[in-house]
């Protein structure tokens, strides 16, 4: 029977093992998310889980051991030695919550028109505005600048650049 199970891996090692598992066709959920690192070197994709991802098996049919040795693979999430199926409704859920992240749901999270934001990065830089709207497309949201306190201007930044404020 076909079940989902949580995999661990090596420290660092997601991706190689990532990668190993759709070699083999093995189905694999890997939550990763895009981040904007400080260092411009670093990784712009880390794992959501750091050291896990999600393996659906028929333990049965592909062995245990499969998935123990495998390049990078520390084995499945056990107790008292047996392999700890996760839910597939957890799994679901998990894909839908990545799928808000990727829509910049994450730092949007709660944020209502008219609430401050603080400008993070870009010519605006310090400056802060009001939250007007998300925009469709990836990651993009429309604020409203106050330009020497007569004229409002509109612009539309990446969600990255957008900082939530306290109303006062």
């Known amino acids: 029977m076909l079940l989902w199970y949580a995999l661990r891996s090596k420290p660092h090692k997601e991706s190689f093992l ?13 939550p990763r998310l895009k981040v904007q690192p400080v260092n411009p070197r670093s990784r712009k994709v880390r794992p959501y889980f750091p050291g896990y991802m ?21 084995g499945l999430v056990a107790f008292d030695g ?3 199926p ?16 990727e829509a910049g749901g994450e730092q949007l999270e709660g944020l209502q028109p008219g609430d401050p934001v603080l400008i993070r990065g870009g010519p605006f830089d ?13 990651e993009r949201v429309r604020v409203l600048l106050k330009l ?6 509109k612009l539309e930044l990446p969600t990255g650049q957008i ?3 306290k109303r006062r």
């Open 18 to 30: 990532w990668q190993q598992m759709c070699a083999r066709k093995i189905e694999v959920f890997y």
């Open 54 to 74: 999600f393996v659906q098996a028929d333990l049965e049919q592909l062995g245990r051991s499969t998935l123990q040795w495998m390049p990078y693979s520390l």
């Open 82 to 84: 047996e392999p700890a």
């Open 86 to 101: 996760v839910p597939e409704t957890l799994i679901l859920a998990i894909q839908r919550r990545m799928a808000q992240i």
């Open 126 to 138: 310090g400056y802060q505005a009001l939250f007007d709207a998300r925009l469709p497309g990836n």
């Open 148 to 153: 020497l306190r007569v004229q409002t201007k």
């Open 163 to 165: 900082q939530q404020l």
